[in-house]
């Protein structure tokens, strides 16, 4: 693809604060669009761009310039509607957070392709296709964060692979190594020229040891076909999942791509949250060898 110069950092959030820097050295802007129920990182740049109460609690305040368009989130519609008869509605919204909440200089777009810390939120396929003619009408540049979906977990190697649309900036980390500290973000030659030298550094960025660990396991990854596997075994996960949420009311929504899958629990038919249902579980799995 176009995607063919990296920047190598330590982790996920460190690949996210470049990714930021570069977008608006490239664009000459400096606000961003975001989602709502996103987590992107635990630096108060990225916690700015997260839209997450629970993570952002007691680090404000975080900077200027963020606005959060409603996360494509279709078993809880922010705008009460069924997909598909709801048009994508989430993700036409965009133009309106980009007219409305923002001062017309947006350097970029962020989102994950799955929703990871938000629950597992999967956006309809139409999502990102829409979102993207959006931010390009808007001149910004769309990154992905595939720090916890990508390396495989969704049955690609990337789970933005599932929307047909290509990113101008790609964030990565943890699959990227299986362990070790290592995080990226990959971009185009053109956007890549927007660093001068000296413009963006990481001490320990990209050492050896954690290069070699990421060469290793993405060998393993290809001659194993582990995100093919993810698909077949995500698949049969899946169905088993459905059958039962058909059998316990307590299972409100299953959802997923491969292996990355949420299942979702409701105490009654409003859907209110099950949080003590789901601390039992959690634990009743912790106590069976389950994380």
């Known amino acids: 693809g176009a995607l063919q110069k990296s920047f190598f950092g330590n982790s996920g959030a460190e690949a996210l604060e470049g990714a930021m820097r570069l977008a608006k050295q490239f664009t000459n802007r400096t606000e961003l669009v975001c989602l709502t129920m996103s987590f992107h990182g635990r630096t108060v740049g990225t916690l700015s761009i997260t839209g997450n109460y629970s993570r952002k609690k007691g680090g404000g305040p975080y900077l200027s310039g963020i606005a959060f368009a409603p996360a494509p989130y279709c078993y809880r519609c922010p705008f009460k509607l069924k997909y598909p008869q709801c048009g994508v509605a989430c993700a036409e919204f965009l133009e309106s957070v980009f007219r409305y909440q923002t001062a017309g200089g947006v350097a970029a777009f962020i989102a994950e392709p799955v929703l990871g810390e938000g629950g597992i939120i999967i956006p309809p396929p139409e999502y990102f296709k829409t979102a993207m003619e959006i931010v390009r009408d808007n001149g910004a540049l769309f990154i992905a964060d595939e720090v916890q979906s990508g390396f495989g977990r969704t049955g690609k190697l990337f789970a933005i692979e599932h929307y047909d649309v290509e990113p101008d900036i790609m964030c990565m980390a943890k699959g990227i190594a299986n362990g070790f500290p ?108 389950v994380l």
């Open 182 to 289: 290592l995080g990226a973000f990959i971009t185009r030659p053109d956007i890549a020229e927007a660093f001068a030298p000296g413009d963006h550094l990481s001490t320990f960025g990209g050492n050896p040891v954690s290069c070699a660990a990421a060469m290793a396991n993405i060998d393993v990854m290809s001659d194993e076909k582990l995100p093919q596997n993810a698909t077949v075994r995500g698949d049969e996960l899946m169905n088993s999942l459905i059958e039962f949420k058909e059998k316990y009311s307590l299972v409100g929504d299953v959802r997923g791509k491969g292996l990355m899958i949420g299942i979702e629990l409701i105490k009654d038919k409003n859907k209110t949250p099950a949080a003590e249902e789901a601390r039992q579980i959690r634990r009743l799995c912790r106590e069976a060898g």
